[in-house]
């Protein structure tokens, strides 16, 4: 399989955002029976702000679109605040208006967890798999709620959350004791099987990890390594992401 990731830098965190809105938009509009993955997360907030945005502009049909969210807390409602569910309501679908039987996120309140987590597999592959996926990544290198040594041949599963997720999302809970120890995420191999996966990483914030990723070996103590045997990726930065990047990353970025 040919590896090929594709780096795109950019100035500021509007520029980030202008340029993964029109890919978004540009595959809701060559293939409007696309199935996208979907993130969360305060990376994706002005994603969508601009691609609710750029849709003003351009009216796109959604009516035959469908969406798998990577995750969701356990135990939160999806009239949690703090829900993803609610996330996605608040700053998508709300305004964009997908059928409702199209929208598909892990149920944080699911009874027979497990086998509802097989099922959200099973339905990301009933509909072919997830056309592009969208994601973000935490600092310690999770990709959706995959911590580090998740197993790269994981689909969609129970995670505990690791000290340092907790303590990095604690900033949207009024204390610590708040914030979830758990959630539903799809599993790495599900993400995997994305035809196109775009990565976006923005702010001081993800310094490291970025750097870190770029001159990691494929390793499940990283979980966004997995990405870097994706026939096509593209990692999304701002400068501030992309400061401790090497020269050779920015000899690709345009
Ligand atoms: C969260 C979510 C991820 C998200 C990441 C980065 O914990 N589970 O799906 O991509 O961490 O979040 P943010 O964009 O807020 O930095």
């Known amino acids: 399989m040919m ?11 509007d520029e980030v955002s202008r340029y993964t809105a029109q890919r978004l938009l540009e595959k809701i509009q060559t293939a409007p029976k696309a199935v996208l993955g979907l993130a969360t997360g305060s990376t994706m907030e002005p994603v969508y702000a601009q691609l609710l945005d750029d849709m003003q502009h351009s009216p796109t049909d959604v009516s035959q679109l469908t969406t798998f969210n990577l995750d969701e807390y356990i135990g939160l409602s999806a009239e949690h605040p703090q829900s993803y569910n ?5 700053h998508l679908f709300n305004h964009l208006h997908l059928p409702a039987a199209n929208v598909h996120l892990p149920d944080g309140l699911a009874h027979s967890i497990d086998q509802a987590c097989q099922a959200y597999s099973a339905a990301i592959q009933a509909m072919g798999g997830l056309d592009l996926q969208l994601l973000g990544i935490g600092s310690n290198g999770h ?10 041949n994981s689909r969609t599963h129970v995670v ?17 004791n708040e914030t ?15 035809k196109e996966i775009i990565l976006v990483a923005t702010g001081a914030n993800k310094t490291n990890i970025m750097a870190q990723l770029f001159e990691s070996a494929i390793d499940e ?9 994706h026939p096509n990726l ?7 992401a992309a400061a401790l990047l090497p020269k050779q990353a920015y000899k690709n970025a345009v």
């Open 160 to 176: 505990e959350l690791s000290e340092q997720t907790r303590i990095d999302n604690g900033r949207f809970f009024t204390n610590q």
């Open 143 to 152: 990709i959706g709620f995959n911590e580090p040594h998740t197993c790269f």
């Open 221 to 229: 103590s990283l979980p966004a390594s997995a990405l870097k045997q």
């Open 234 to 240: 593209t990692i999304v930065m701002d400068r501030e």
């Open 86 to 90: 609610f996330y996605m309501y608040q």
């Open 3 to 13: 590896m090929l990731t594709m780096y795109k830098i950019f100035e500021t965190v």
């Open 180 to 194: 979830p120890t758990h959630a539903i995420t799809m599993g790495i191999l599900d993400i995997l099987e994305a």
